[in-house]
């Protein structure tokens, strides 16, 4: 509540305020990123809209409007038509078209009145369209439900990466991370860990005590990941019974502990419903892809592979692939 309402009294003083879910999500915090070539409006819109709340960077062309946009990722933009060099409508189709701004919205600040103008700057994705001399309260209105907009797609987009049952980050969440942390890791040659980790012979547990106690152990041990993981590794739902970690920073041989400490945690664990019944998992980690190591889906192929071997073991063991193939996997612990 608060923060909203911090936003909606700096943006207007006298509109009603913000729908009560809409507000609790406003954030503490918002960039607008004012491209004009235009010192006058930089300086009017910097005095009478920019707060605490709400930063104003400056663009006076189009060209470094795009560069700021892409580097700050601003939840706005007030873009100007008539500028010198590439004109408002040229920049307006390169930032639609900018992967790294997919949520930010964009309002038109612009002199023509012209309707052809106004049906143009819309259909190429603004969101508003504002005439200058522009009135201040309108502006802030219509600044106001750009960012609300904002927040929305923020939040949907943020809802769609988590997984419902256990709060931990999805299937998507991972594929999204794994293919940034793979290229982190050949760019800057850092050490990086994939496990896939399955719960053994789950179909029992289900079986014998009912769905809701299976969920619950699937809740019980994305538990366990979030206290026993570090802040910076990244544990997610990949699938029914199967989880896909990743440990960033950290080459396999620290991994192993890390990952066995967890192994160890859940055979210790004793579960409301079925004290009496332990639930075990198994890990597969990859060391080295067996095949292209710049290729995120390779990593999780050669996890899956290890935790294949592991099962085929005797499960609630981790085993470790790496690139010459399951043969030299390692039994680590059992
Ligand atoms: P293994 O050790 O070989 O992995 O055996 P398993 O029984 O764990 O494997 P199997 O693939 O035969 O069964 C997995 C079960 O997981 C079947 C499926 O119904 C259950 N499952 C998948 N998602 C959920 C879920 O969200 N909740 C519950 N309760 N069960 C789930
Ligand atoms: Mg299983
Ligand atoms: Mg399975």
Redesign the pocket.
């Known amino acids: 509540m608060e923060r909203g309402h911090r936003v909606s009294k700096e943006l207007s003083n006298n509109t009603k305020p913000l729908r009560p879910a809409v507000t609790d999500r406003i954030a503490d915090h918002q960039d607008v990123l004012l491209v004009d070539d235009s010192t006058f409006i930089h300086d009017l819109i910097k005095r009478r809209i920019g707060t605490e709340a709400l930063t104003i960077h400056s663009a006076m062309d189009g060209e470094r409007g795009i560069a700021m946009a892409e580097s700050i990722r601003p939840a706005l933009i007030l873009l100007d038509l008539n500028m010198p060099g590439m004109d408002g409508f040229q920049a307006l189709r390169r930032l639609m078209n900018s992967p790294k701004l997919s949520d930010t919205q964009v309002i038109v600040i612009s002199a023509s009145d012209d309707t052809e103008d106004k049906v143009a700057g819309l259909e190429l994705g603004a969101c508003d369209y504002v005439t200058k001399p522009f009135n201040l309260p309108e502006l802030r209105a219509r600044m106001r439900s750009a960012l609300r907009t904002h927040e929305l797609l923020t939040l949907l987009a943020e809802r769609a990466q988590v997984d419902g049952?256990t709060g931990i980050g999805n299937r998507s969440c991972f594929d999204e991370r794994i293919d940034e942390e793979v290229s982190h890791r050949i760019r800057t040659d850092a050490d990086l860990t994939i496990a896939m980790c399955?719960?053994?012979?789950?179909?029992?547990?289900?079986d014998t005590y009912g769905?809701?106690?299976?969920?619950e152990?699937?809740r019980g041990i994305a538990k366990i990941f979030n206290r026993l993981l570090r802040k910076s590794d990244i544990a997610c739902r990949y699938?029914?019974?199967e989880f896909a970690i990743m440990l960033r920073d950290t080459c396999v041989q620290r991994a192993i502990p890390v990952l066995d400490r967890i192994r160890k945690q859940l055979e210790q664990t004793r579960w409301p419903s079925h004290p009496e019944h332990t639930v075990t998992c198994?890990f597969g980690i990859c060391d080295h892809p067996s095949g292209d190591a710049k290729n995120p889906t390779d990593w999780i192929k050669t996890a899956d592979e290890a935790l294949y071997a592991a099962?085929h073991a005797g499960?609630n063991r981790i085993y470790v692939g790496n690139g010459s193939g399951m043969q030299s996997s390692l039994k680590i612990a059992s």
């Open positions: 049952l399955d719960i053994d012979l789950f179909k029992q547990v289900n769905h809701a106690a299976g969920d152990v699937i699938g029914g019974e198994s099962k499960r």
